[in-house]
C-alpha cells in the first residue's frame, strides 16, 4: 500500500473530491484524518471506513485549524480540497464574493499550510497536494471569474510553497480538475434554468465526452501524495477529460 504507515489530512471530506481523497488515502494504507464542517458527512464516511479519523473543521477559523494540526502531531501528507464555485463576470461579481472566494479557496489553504509545514520540515519530509482547477491560469472560462482567479492563486502558491522547501523534503503539487461529478456540481445543475442543457453543456467540455468521477481525482492524489510522487513537486497537474489539450 502506497501511503502506509503516513498520517495524511484531508480537508472538505464530507463529499466530493475530498471525500473520494479520503477513502483513497484510507484504502491506500495511510492514517486519515478526514476534516468538514459537515458531522453528517463525517459521521456517514466514519460508518464506511471503519479506522479513518474525523474531525470538525472550519478552515476559515485560524484556531480550529491551529488546534487540529497540534492535536495530529505529525502530518506527512496534507490534501488541501477546501472550495466554493461562485458565478460571475468582474463586472458582475462583487468586491464581497471575490473576498469570500478568497478565503475559501486561497486562505484556508494558506492556514493550513503554515499549521503542516513546520512537522514537515522538522521531519524533512512531506507531500502537499492543493485542489486547484483547470478554470484558473490554465484556462479562461466565461461566467467564472471569482473561481478563476483563486484557482490560479492556487497555483502560484503551490509552485512558490515547492520553491521554498524542495531543499528539505517537502513537495507542493497543484491538482487541476476538469468538470468532475460531485454534489456541488449536480446542485449548480439542479439550480440552471433548463438542468438537461445545463448538464449537456457541462459534459461537452471534456473531449472524453463524460464528466470525471471524483475517484479519478483521488486517484491522481494517492499518486501525488506517494514516494512514486518523489520526483515531482511544483506542477500542476490537469485531471481534465482532455479539456486543456
Known sequence: MRLQGKTAVVTAAGAGIGRAAALAFHAEGARVWATDIDSGALQALS??????STA?????????????????????????????VQNGSVL??????????WDVNVASMIRTLRAALPGMLAAGAGSIVNV???????????????????????????????????ARGVRCNALC????DTPSLRAR?????D??????????????NRLGRAEEVAAAAVFLASDDAAFITGQAIAVDGGWTI
Open 47 to 52: 460508518v464506511q471506513a471503519p479506522g479513518l
Open 56 to 84: 470538525l473543521l472550519d478552515v476559515r477559523d485560524d484556531r480550529e485549524v491551529t488546534a487540529l494540526f497540534e492535536r495530529i502531531g505529525r502530518c506527512d501528507v496534507l490534501l488541501n480540497a477546501v472550495g466554493i
Open 92 to 101: 458582475e461579481s462583487s468586491l464581497d464574493e471575490f473576498a469570500l472566494a
Open 132 to 166: 486547484a482547477s483547470v478554470a484558473s491560469s490554465i484556462t479562461g472560462v466565461a461566467n467564472r471569474c471569482a473561481y478563476g482567479t483563486t484557482k490560479a492563486a492556487v497555483i502560484g502558491l503551490s509552485k512558490s510553497v515547492a520553491a521554498d522547501f524542495v
Open 177 to 180: 480538475p476538469g468538470t468532475v
Open 189 to 193: 445543475i439542479a439550480a440552471a434554468a
Open 195 to 208: 438542468p438537461e442543457a445545463a448538464l449537456a453543456r457541462f459534459v461537452a467540455r471534456q473531449p472524453v
